[in-house]
Structure formats: C-alpha cells, structure tokens
C-alpha cells in the first residue's frame, strides 16, 4: 500500500488499515499523525527600509529590519555628527522558519525622542551560511 498527500503546512493526518483476510476476523487501526513541514530554504533575506515615522499612526511608526537565516550580531544607529544613539540588544537567534526582526522606534538609548533628520545605522550580522555581514546606510526619520 502506497500513500501519497500534499501538505502545505503544519497538519495533522489520520492514518488508518485494516484487514479482512476473511469473514470472521476484521482488524483496524488507527492514528494521528502530526506532520510539521519545514522551510529548506536557507538563503539569507534581508530587508532595509529608509523612511519611517514614528508619529503614533500605526504606519511605518519604527524603523523595522527584517531578516531570515541569520542572527543580528550589532544593531547601532548614529546621528547626523556620527554620535552612537542606539544600540539594540537582545536579537532574535538564527531561524530557518520564520521571518525575524529588529526595530529602532525613533528614540535614544536613554528613551529620549530623535528630532526629524537623517541617520546612520550599521548592522552587522551572521549568516547561516555565509560568513560576517555589514549594511551600512542612511534612513530619514519624519
């Protein structure tokens, strides 16, 4: 006997057999089966954005990487004189199953509010495959 199914996620399935060699004796059995499928996919994603605005809308109110397969090693914003604000701790470990991320909500270290401007942040991360990465650039709080 030969069983074949597409699962598109974490399902559950019933199994069950049964012999009827004869008449007289009918055997069944049967059992549920969790099934979790797992993403393969260990590419490295990242997603930077450059504009945010933390205005209490609901809209785009953080500075918001996402990332997959990695772990965030440093997660540093810089002023427009290159002054260290922020610095995030606590990064989400390496994932191959779903979508991390880490948020800077336009404030100091220290809780005080960013004034609208340009800002630096450096990320340093480490991949699942690959060696140390940096992204370096300019986001625009508004």
């Not at 290159?82 to 610095?87: F, L, M, R």
């Not at 336009?106 to 809780?111: D, E, K």
Request: hydrophobic content about 35%; proline content about 1%.
């Amino acid at each position: 006997m030969f069983f074949s199914n597409t699962l598109k996620g974490n399902e559950s399935i019933v199994l069950a057999l049964s012999n009827n060699n004869n008449s007289y004796c009918v055997d069944k059995i049967s059992d549920t089966i969790q099934v979790h499928v797992r993403d393969c996919d260990t590419s490295l994603y990242v997603s930077i954005p450059n504009v945010f605005s933390p205005n209490g809308d609901g809209i785009n109110d953080v500075f918001e990487v996402k990332y997959k397969n990695a772990e965030i090693m440093e997660f540093v914003i810089y002023n427009r004189w290159g002054v260290k604000i922020y610095e995030g701790k606590n990064f989400s470990s390496i994932n191959d199953t779903l979508l991390n991320f880490v948020a800077w909500d336009g404030r100091t270290t220290s809780g005080m509010v960013c004034e609208d401007g340009t800002y630096f942040y450096v990320i340093k991360m480490k991949g699942n495959q690959t060696e140390n990465i940096s992204y370096k650039g300019f986001l625009q709080l508004l």
